[in-house]
C-alpha cells in the first residue's frame, strides 16, 4: 500500500493547487514533512534538496536581477520602442521583450515597459500589454536563465542525473519555437480589445469612498437637499452606513454620522467633493488630498497583500497612502473597499504622503503604473558594472570557463561590496516560497523513488503507451505539464510533471533529455488562462482585459508553440 499512498498524496496535493484555497508553498512544504514523518524521506535526503546546486543558482540569479531591474538601461528602451508606425513599435515592442527576457528575469522586464506601456498616449495599451507578457514567455524559453522554470528543471535534472543542461541547450529548440510564435502572436495582436486612450485615462472604473465626519453641516439632510446628485464626473453609487449597504441612494435618502459615501465615475474629478465640509476621503480631507500625488499600481506577486483586506494590513499605516480605488480588470469591484480580498494584479490608485516612497517595501508589493513617484535608479557607474558583470557571467558560463553559480555569487559580493544593493534587501526580496517548493519537491521526488511509487508510474506509462509508441508517450508528457501550467502555477507544474516524465523515459528505455525538455518547455506554455502566470497578472487590469482576451490570441499561439515544440524537440534530442 506504500507506494499507492504516495501517489494518492501528490493527486491530493494537485487537487489542493488547483482549488488554489491552500498557497503553493504551503501545500508542498507540508507534503514533504509528511513524508519525511512517515520515512519516504530520511532528515538528511530532504536537506540536501534545499541545498541542491541548480537551485541556489536559481536563488542566485533572482537576487542578482533585483540589481538588474533597476537599470536605466530597460527604462530607455521602454521610451523609444513605441515611436513610428503601431504595427513596427508592437514588432519592436516584442523583439526587445523576448531578446531581453532570454537573459533578465521575465517579471522585471514586463515591470520595465509596464508603466511606459501604459502611460504613453499613441497607442492602446490593450493593444500592447498581452503582446509584452506572451513575448517575455517566448524569449524565456531560448536560454537557462532565460525564465525560472527552466532553472527547476535544471535542479530536477540534477537531482535525477547528476548533470547540469547547459546555458544555450534550450535555444536549439527554444529559438525556432519562440520565432514562429511571434509571427503568429504579431498576426492576432491586431484582434485584442482597442479601448480608447481617452477612457483608460479618464474614466477608469475606480470608485472614490469618502467619509462623513460626524461633525458635518450635512448630516442630517437629503441627497438632493446637499447636492450630491449633481456632481461633475462622479456619480454617488452607495452608502456604507453601520455595517450594512445603502445602494440604490433615493434622493430623499438623510446622511447620518459617520456614513461612508462610494462614489464612481472619474477619478479625475476629485475635486468636486472638495466643496462638501466634512466629506474625508480614507481620513483625509478631500482639499488635502488633492495637495498630494495620486500613484496608479499593480499588486506584485511577491506581495503580502493578497488574500487579505486594506482593513486587516491598515493599508495606510502599513504605506502612508490611502487606497482611492481599486480595478479588477475591466470590472468595477462593488462593494465596500476596506473590505475587499485583495488580489495579484489588482490597480490600486493610491493618494500618497510625502513619506510614501521612504517605505522599503514597495518594490516587493507593487508595479508602478503612473503618477510622479518613481523607483530610485542605478547611476551610470553602477549599472554598467551591474550589467557589464552579468554578461561577463554569462560569457564564462557558456564557454564553461566559470561555472555559473560561482561567477553569480562574485557577481552578488561585487555588488554588496559597491553598495548596488544591500542586504536590506536581499532579506526582503528573498524568493523563500520559491525556495520552500522547488526544495520540497525534489524531496517529494526522491520519496517517489523510495517508495517505489516511480516503479508503478514506470508500470503505468508502459500499459498506457505500449500500443502507441514513445512518440506519443513523449507527446503525453507535454500535454500534461501544459494542463498543469494552465491550471496551477508554472513552477509547480514543472515540480509535478518531471518525475512522471523521468519515469515515462525509464519505461521505454529512452534518453531523458527529450523528456526533460518537454516538462521544460510545457511549463512555460501559459498563453491560455491569466491567472497562472505572474506576467498575465501584471497586464490583466492595466489592459483592462477579460479572460476572453486572453483565449482569443493565447489559442492559436499555444497551438502553434506545441506543434513546434512536438515537431522540433525529437529532432533535435532524439529518443
Known sequence: MTPWTVLVSIIALLALLISGKVKPAIAFVTLAGIFLVLGFVDTNTLLMQFSNPALATLLLLLL???????????DWLSRHLLSGHPRLATARLMGSTAILSAFLNNTAVVAAFLGAVSRQQRIAPSRLLIPLSYA???????????????????????????????MFQFSLV????????????????????????????????????????????????????????????????????????ISPVAPDELLQANDMLVFTGETGKVQALQRFPGLQLFGH????????????????????????TLQDVDFRSMFSAGVVGIRRGEK??????????????????????????????????????????????????ESLFTVGGFAAVIIFATANLLPLFHGLLMLLGGLLVMKVISFAELRRRFPFE???????ALAI????????????????????????????????????????TETVTNNAAAALA????????????????PFVMAVAYGASACFLIPFGYQTHLMVYSPGRYQVADFLKIGLPVSITYSAAVLIITPLVFPF
Open 64 to 74: 542578482v536581477s533585483l540589481a538588474l531591474e533597476r537599470s536605466p538601461l530597460l
Open 136 to 166: 517575455s514567455i517566448l524569449g524565456g524559453i531560448t536560454t537557462l536563465v532565460g525564465t525560472s522554470t527552466n532553472l527547476v528543471v535544471n535542479s530536477f535534472n540534477v537531482s535525477a542525473s547528476g548533470t547540469e543542461l547547459s
Open 174 to 245: 527554444g529559438i525556432p519555437v519562440a520565432l514562429i510564435s511571434l509571427c503568429v502572436l504579431m498576426w492576432r495582436a491586431n484582434s485584442l480589445p482597442h479601448h480608447r486612450l481617452e477612457d483608460t485615462n479618464e474614466k477608469l472604473a475606480y470608485f472614490l469612498a469618502a467619509d462623513l465626519d460626524p461633525s458635518s453641516p450635512m448630516i442630517g439632510k437629503s441627497i438632493e437637499d446637499n447636492g450630491l446628485r449633481s456632481l461633475e464626473g462622479l456619480y454617488l453609487l452607495e452608502i456604507e452606513r453601520q455595517g450594512r449597504l
Open 285 to 308: 480631507q478631500a482639499d488635502n488630498l488633492l495637495a498630494t500625488n495620486l500613484v496608479e499600481v499593480v499588486i506584485s506577486h511577491e506581495s503580502e497583500l493578497p488574500g487579505k
Open 332 to 381: 468595477r469591484l462593488e462593494g465596500q473597499l476596506g473590505k475587499i480580498p485583495l488580489r495579484v494584479g489588482d490597480c490600486l490608485l493610491l493618494a500618497v504622503s510625502a513619506d510614501f516612497r521612504q517605505h522599503r517595501n514597495l518594490d516587493r508589493n507593487f508595479h508602478l503604473l503612473s503618477g510622479s513617484f518613481t523607483r530610485p535608479r542605478l547611476s551610470n557607474k
Open 434 to 440: 520559491l525556495w520552500l517548493i522547488i526544495g520540497s
Open 445 to 484: 521526488a526522491q520519496a517517489l523513488e523510495n517508495s517505489g511509487a516511480a516503479g508503478l508510474l514506470v508500470t503505468g506509462m508502459q500499459a498506457l503507451f505500449s500500443g502507441y509508441g514513445i512518440y506519443a508517450a513523449f507527446i503525453g508528457c507535454y500535454l500534461l505539464t501544459l494542463l498543469l
Open 498 to 513: 518531471f518525475p512522471i516524465a523521468w519515469s515515462t523515459a525509464q519505461a521505454f528505455g529512452a534518453d531523458p533529455l
